[in-house]
């Protein structure tokens, strides 16, 4: 059984002139991951379960297992060395790591440490989110253009799934592929090489309780997925389980689609661009799907600020193409991004 480290050794030999830095990066994440796991599974035993009393910077209350996820991320990317930097969903700002050999490294890291925090006192599956980018910035700290790059610019990205099993599924932009956590030996192994998503699906994930916030192109989309049509497999299976990681990824083996659009209380949607959207993005194109904000592709926009919000619909080519034709016949919200916004 192929581990996650030989993996990742043998697909450094694609790369002649890889230094072994992003490799590096990418054990250390899953080591990180690995200590999060643990946690994870022992929350209800333990005094971590709740919240801190505090706000992070979205407004939203956080959770213990956010605050210790986030810590563990940030200590094993900052003790590599390998790493100049991190932006964290967590954090009002990205945090730049001081003095040699951060300041000398050629990597960024963006990431949400665990997606779908909400869902942690009831034990429904929840996730963490990376992706990583080259700095564009000379040697030194580094700053803000690091971080706000199209997420076409992304190197890597993948996810981490806590659930009935912990998977690790990435991406270095060379197909995408899947390892399973074996408790009994510690480590992540193969078990799902070169993904594809299905062409299109049977499930539509979105949350239909903000159904009257929705554009009419959007609210249309749902009844299409709710009408009977044998041809086309409808009614579509409604699956919604409030964690991004979830969702995306039964999507990814059973083949579907993910929406969460603007609504008319938040017209740039709720997700942020840099730390779910991106590298979610670049994970489902690898697999051969596709993602948008409903007019244009998810990884050709440049993001103008770290905890910038974008409207996603992701998932299965066709599915997502029947999501974007309904917009355009039906558009009742102006498009919010400007030509500027597009890298």
């Known amino acids: ?40 599974n022992k929350a209800g035993l333990v005094n971590i379960l709740g919240e801190t009393g505090e706000e992070n910077v979205q407004g939203e209350k956080v959770k213990i297992l956010d605050e210790y996820a986030n810590d563990q991320f940030i200590n094993a990317l900052k003790i590599s060395g390998l790493c100049c930097g991190i932006g964290s969903e967590e954090n009002e700002t990205f945090i730049s790591f001081e003095g040699k050999p951060n300041y000398e490294a050629s990597y960024i890291v963006c990431m949400d440490p665990l997606d779908g925090s909400s869902n942690i006192d009831v034990n429904v599956s929840i996730g963490t989110i990376f992706s990583i980018y080259k700095r564009i910035s000379p040697l030194g700290p580094c700053v803000d253009e690091d971080f706000l790059q199209p997420g076409s610019a992304q190197v890597a990205a993948g996810y981490v799934i806590y659930g009935s099993s912990t998977m690790m599924v990435y991406t270095t932009k060379n197909g995408l592929n899947g ?95 840099v730390y779910e959207c991106n590298p979610m993005s670049l994970i489902v194109e690898q697999a051969g799907g596709k993602a ?52």
């Open 292 to 343: 948008t904000n409903g007019y244009i592709n998810i990884l050709d926009l440049k993001p103008n600020k770290l905890h910038e919000r974008c409207p996603i619909f992701i998932g299965s080519t066709v599915l997502v193409d029947k999501a974007e034709q309904f917009l355009l016949d039906f558009a009742d919200f102006e498009p919010k991004f400007q030509v500027d916004d597009i890298g």
């Open 179 to 273: 390892f399973t956590l074996d408790p009994t030996i510690g480590e992540f192994c193969l078990s799902h090489p070169n993904i594809q998503i299905p062409n299109t699906g049977k499930f539509y994930s979105i949350n239909q309780g903000h159904m009257t916030k929705f554009e009419k192109g959007v609210r249309e989309f749902v009844k299409y997925c709710q009408e009977h049509d044998p041809e086309t497999n409808r009614p579509f299976g409604l699956r919604y389980i409030g964690s991004m990681v979830a969702d995306i990824h039964r999507n990814l083996i059973n083949g579907g689609i993910f929406v969460y659009p603007a609504l008319s209380t938040h017209l740039n949607g709720k997700l942020r661009l």
């Open 1 to 40: 059984m192929l581990t996650l480290d030989e993996f990742i050794i043998q697909r450094q030999k694609d790369f002649p002139f890889a230094t072994g830095d992003l490799s590096g990066i990418l054990r250390n994440i899953s080591l990180a991951a690995k200590v999060v796991n643990r946690e994870v």
